[in-house]
Every structure is written in C-alpha cells, then in structure tokens.
C-alpha cells in the first residue's frame, strides 16, 4: 500500500545534527495504517498554519508540503532556537489499490490526516459460480 521515499532519512538527519549542518529540512513525521476499507496517514505539524499545507497526488505519488515560521517580533531576544522553521515536505509513493480521486484531508491539534479508501477494484469479492451441463454427450450406437 504505502512505500517509505528515503530510506537513509534517518541516517541523513543525524549526520547533520553531528555535523552541525542542517541543510536539508526537519523531519515531518508520518504514521500510516488500514482501518478495513480506509487507509489513513498521520503527518505530525505542529504549529502550522492550516493555510500553509499544501496536499497533491499525481500519479500516485503523494506530496505534502507546509510551512512553519518564527512569528517575528521587534526588540525581542532569541535565548534558544531548536525548533526547526520553515518549508516541510514530504512524498510516499502510494499502491494502486488506493483510490486518491476520494483522498479526505482534516488538520486538527497539529496532525494532518489523510483518509484514502481502498479501491473498488482492489476489495476483496465473491464470485457466483452458476449451474451448467454436466458436459456428458450421448452416444447413439
């Protein structure tokens, strides 16, 4: 149903926190399952603007991207900054068996949730098996 983009993700974000070097941005968290015909996907933002989150699917590729900034204040002294800001984003790679034309979208408590339900095609069905000739012929002698 759901393929995980970047693998080494994790790998990348820890070599930059060591390094001191983050140029990539923060992580956007992401949890999925099936709940019988819907799959439901979690992404974590707190703090976004709702107006911000931007939600496409093109060729079954999803695509999130939102957006996080530091409200600016004059005379203000940052003391600690490790809240990560700016432009998230992120891509899973959906099966065919979803049908994204129906794909839900709700921002609530700083989680995005995205309902996609199964397809027609992809549920399960039961198959009628009706009635035919035996198949045996008569033979006349």
Do not use: C
Not at 15 to 23: N, V, Y
Not at 110 to 132: D, F, Q, W
């Amino acid at each position: 149903m759901l393929l995980r983009t970047d693998p080494f993700r994790d790998f990348d974000r820890v070599f930059e926190q060591l390094a001191g070097t983050m140029s990539r941005p923060a992580v956007m968290h992401v949890d999925a399952h099936r709940d019988g015909d819907w799959f439901n996907v979690y992404f974590d933002l707190p703090g976004v603007d709702p107006e911000s989150i931007d939600v496409t699917v093109e060729r079954n590729v999803l695509q999130v991207k939102a957006e996080r900034q530091r409200p600016a204040k004059e005379g203000v002294e940052t003391v600690i900054s490790e809240r990560p800001m700016g432009v998230f984003s992120r891509q899973l790679f959906l099966g065919d068996t979803l049908d994204t034309d129906k794909l839900e979208a709700t921002y609530d408590n700083g989680v995005l949730t995205l309902r996609i339900p199964v397809s027609e095609h992809a549920k399960p069905r039961k198959i009628s098996v009706g009635a035919g000739s035996t198949g045996l012929r008569q033979i006349k002698g």
